[in-house]
């Protein structure tokens, strides 16, 4: 059973607009999520988290969102640059120490 | 900065062969994991390490071990690496909840 899911396989925005990237899960003991970006042939980089006391953390251009009561957090990214087109992972964790992983979104970001 | 390290970025083995892949991280991070990366399945748990001589089955442990001898070194192996098996992996380590993660190592199993 999933318990994170990144429904949209790819996403395509123009250069400036913003991107929204969308993440659900369903256990609700997930206490702490991140997300992380991912170029091809590289590992993945930490972007930006947060934890389930907030529902909004900002970092310069990008944004993470949580809904608790929906059990959904999003990332936007504003403006969007042609250098974030990569695949994008939201992660959730439970105090354990382990991440569980969405399926990943491709971002693509047009000139 | 955080740095973990993986001994080979792109590796090529035989069916039956047996494939050491080595993570080396430099931050006295207690926590180590290895993963593997497909198209559309995202990132799957295969082992983790919460201190050394310690190991943990992930999601997906068939057909791999680990060895954890010292903090800073985490080993994946398959005993005898079959085609199924071609996939990204990635090496982990965390102190806390955020992961950091190697450049991973692109594994074809002929």
């Known amino acids: 059973d999933q318990q994170v899911k990144q429904n949209s396989p790819s996403l395509s925005v123009q250069e400036g607009r913003i991107s929204i990237l969308n993440c659900d899960y369903t256990?609700?003991?997930?206490?702490?999520f991140l997300w992380y970006k991912k170029y091809p042939a590289e590992g993945p980089t930490f972007l930006i988290s947060?934890?389930?006391?907030?529902d909004k953390n900002e970092d310069g251009r990008f944004t993470v969102f949580l809904n608790k009561s929906a059990k959904h957090l999003s990332l936007h990214i504003v403006p969007s640059q042609p250098g974030d087109s990569a695949v994008y992972f939201c992660?959730?964790?439970?105090?354990?120490?382990?991440?569980?992983f969405g399926q990943g979104t491709t971002l693509q970001v047009k000139p | 900065d955080v740095k973990v390290t993986q001994s080979s970025r792109y590796l090529v083995k035989r069916t039956g062969e047996k494939v050491f892949l080595e993570c080396v991280q430099d931050?006295?991070?207690?926590?180590m994991f290895w993963y593997r990366q497909d198209p559309g399945l995202g990132l799957r748990l295969i082992y983790f390490?919460?201190?050394?001589?310690?190991?943990e089955k992930g999601d997906i442990p068939e057909g791999y071990s680990v060895s954890r001898e010292k903090k800073e070194r985490f080993s994946l192996i398959l005993e005898s690496a079959s085609t199924n098996q071609t996939s990204m992996y990635l090496c982990?380590?965390?102190?806390?909840?955020?992961?950091?993660f190697g450049p991973g190592t692109r594994l074809l199993v002929l």
């Open positions: 992660a959730s964790s439970s105090n354990t120490g382990k991440l569980i």
């Open positions: 256990n609700s003991m997930f206490d702490y």
């Open positions: 947060i934890s389930s006391i907030k």
């Open positions: 931050m006295d991070h207690e926590n």
């Open positions: 390490s919460y201190d050394v001589k310690m190991k």
């Open positions: 982990a380590s965390s102190d806390e909840e955020t992961q950091y």
